[in-house]
């Protein structure tokens, strides 16, 4: 799948995918907490308060819903700029309150994280760390200059300087450690579902060009008789029209447009001319036909095939799934684009185990990413004389992913490595020095021959449209 669309989708707005009634929803719940709050503190605890500035403070917020629900529509999204001014004005709003009600001497100091951990849950970094950075200010402020609290009798509530400085450090490494925590863990969703969408589409896409292949294919058969029939009785009239020049070369011409029908099915049933049931075939066609769009690409590709021990001499016969063939033709694109020269697609089979496995000449994967080869969005620093060498190659590990993603999907396992490194166990020749990749299924898994997965020999049945 071409990068540029992946870089379309990782650039949508984050935010826009929280509606503003949300937030509205969850600043009602705030104002109704914050109601309460106050009514206790000043009825059952009698606790002297500056209660006009809170209650305007709630009521601006207030104000604010009531406005956010009239003017805007329900289903209203918001931006990167529009969620991050109204959790900004929710957060200056709560610490307007604290201020007027103790401070960090408050117990309730500690909702502050909760703007945060929301913006980094439904904004950018820029933006969280505005919000995270305001909220470590207001802390700050908070802890020094405040409205005292004070009881029935003006006595002041105030916790001992050691637990408020601790309260202080307490909030400030939560603000850091949960909004940086929200952040990472929310990139990550979104980079694994923007990646199983794009596998989604990668797999649609190869159903439908094979659904295609199966259709051309049907057609080219089909018509075959028809079109030979009428190729042998104009090439009989024309025998027999010698005498009428006018009526032998609108013969002619109907002759020379069947063949080249004939033409056109061939070449456009080409890719599954030698697939009889399009649902299955051999083993060496199915890695051949995954390996078809790189074969002209200034590397070569060799290809062996064969039985290990314990193996019948005689190839499997698999299903020909879009999952194998788009996973097998996004290890060999792998191969191609990091190799120096050659690439080598072996492929073996036991009584149990088919096995697929392509190696290169190129320098190997890097050491520390082994470890995340198969995880969406892998960027690394390309070095200059990569880029020199491979100016036009940005790829982020999204290719690799969808691979694993979709071979897995058919029942194989992936094992990644390096041929040189010698913690691991590959037999290779001294020429294959790159990467390894190797692709294992249980032969029950993909085998079209024995088992569940056995596909009927017959005549092929109408496609129901």
Known sequence: MPETNIGLWRGQERSSWIRLRTLIWLRWVAIVGQVAAITIAQRVYHLQLELWLCYLAIGISAA????????????????????????????????????????????????????????????????????????????????????????????????????????????????????????????????????????????????????????????????????????????????????????????????????????????????????????????????????????????????????????????????????????????????????RANVWVESTWTDDRITVRILDDGRGYPSHLIGRIGDPFVRRRRAESDRRQRPEYEGMGLGLFIAKTLLERSGARLTFANARDPSHRVAARPEQRGAVVEVAWPRAKIDARTGDNVVPIGRNRPIEI
């Open 64 to 339: 604010a819903n009531v406005g956010a629900i009239l003017f805007f529509p329900e289903n209203k999204r918001l931006s990167e700029f529009e969620g991050f001014v109204t959790i900004l004005f929710d957060l200056l709003q709560l610490g307007f309150l604290l201020y007027l009600t103790g401070g960090l001497n408050n117990p309730f100091a500690l909702l502050l994280l909760g703007p945060v951990v929301i913006s980094a849950n439904m904004m950018g970094l820029r933006s969280t760390l505005l919000i995270g950075g305001t909220a470590i200010v207001l802390v700050s402020i908070l802890a020094n200059w405040h409205l005292p609290l004070k009881t029935e009798l003006g006595y002041v509530l105030r916790v001992p300087e050691i637990f408020l400085f601790g309260n202080w450090i307490a909030t400030v490494i939560a603000i850091i450690f949960l909004g940086g925590y929200s952040l990472r863990i929310s990139s990550e969703m979104r980079s694994m579902s923007d990646a199983l969408s794009a596998t989604q589409l990668a797999l649609s896409r190869e159903q439908k060009l094979t659904d295609l292949g199966g259709v051309v294919a049907a057609a080219a058969h089909e018509l075959g008789t028809p079109l030979a029939t009428i190729k042998l009785t104009s090439s009989e009239l024309i025998e027999e029209l010698d005498d009428r020049p006018d009526l032998r070369e609108d013969v002619e011409l109907i002759r020379d447009q069947a063949d080249r029908c004939r033409d056109i099915l061939r070449n456009m049933g080409r890719a599954g001319k030698e697939d009889l049931h399009l649902r299955q075939a051999p083993l060496s066609t199915v890695v051949h036909e995954a390996a078809e769009p790189h074969m002209n690409r200034g590397k070569a590709i060799h290809f062996t095939e064969g039985p290990e021990e314990g193996g019948g001499v005689q190839q499997p016969s698999i299903l020909r799934m879009p999952e194998i063939i788009h996973g097998l033709r996004n290890l060999i694109q792998n191969a191609v684009d990091f190799s």
